[in-house]
């Protein structure tokens, strides 16, 4: 059971390159999200998915495309990188049976130049 | 002023120690409560629930005060090991789903 998968790892871009962050969750969980963590401001929700076909924005998502054509895949786009996009992303995902408890990705680290 | 408010710390504690950390919230509509903890460069993982009783695993006990609106953590009984952040975590209803939202984390350091 992998749980959440994200790739890749690690990534330097240039600034006004464009990348997509994957996230694949195999636990069947209809709720996905994607969050930022930076020194100091904890983590942020930047876009969230109750369902396939279903996306919402978070508090931070301005610079951030998303979509969710299946339920275990939930992919975050950078369509022009900036330098204040350089930081640790998570992708997290829930069910909505019982405890309603996030399953966190290992981390995306982006820098942006 | 933030949803969620956590005191950053560090707080530096000798093993042995108890520790207590506070966060507070500000949608009073707030469902769910949690406790995450993430070690350095890693991903957040539960730690447990919050439940309005008061609910104790091992060491670790955590309280819920609907009234004042803040929720707690007690570490008895330090170790090494539990050096690490620990976030606070608040489930509130939004268009027929709970969204959390977390606080900044509050560092723990625990030493010899």
């Known amino acids: 059971n992998a749980g959440v998968t994200q790739t890749p790892k690690f990534q330097v871009l240039k600034t006004g390159q464009s990348m997509t962050l994957q996230c694949a969750q195999d636990?069947?969980?209809?709720?996905m999200s994607w969050y930022r963590q930076d020194p100091g401001m904890g983590l942020r929700l930047i876009h969230y998915s109750v369902g396939a076909g279903i996306t919402d924005q978070g508090e931070v998502p301005n610079g951030y495309n998303v979509s969710r054509s299946t339920t275990e895949d939930f992919p975050l786009r950078l369509l022009s990188a900036a330098p204040s996009q350089t930081s640790v992303y998570f992708c997290a995902s829930r069910d909505y049976s019982g405890a309603n408890v996030l399953t966190f990705g290992a981390g995306s680290r982006l820098t942006v130049l | 002023r933030k949803e969620v408010e956590q005191d950053p710390g560090p707080f530096n504690v000798p093993e042995g120690a108890t520790v207590a950390f506070n966060c507070t919230y500000s949608n009073s509509a707030s469902q769910s409560f949690f406790w995450y903890r993430q070690d350095c460069r890693k991903e957040p993982k539960l730690l447990m629930s919050v439940y309005s009783s008061g609910n104790e695993d091992g060491r670790f006990t955590a309280q819920l005060n609907r009234a004042s609106q803040y929720i707690s953590l007690l570490i008895r009984d330090s170790k090494l090991s539990d050096s690490a952040t620990y976030l606070c975590v608040v489930n509130s209803a939004s268009g027929g789903s709970y969204i959390p939202t977390f606080g900044r984390g509050t560092s723990l350091i625990v030493h010899p």
């Open positions: 636990m069947n969980h209809e709720y």
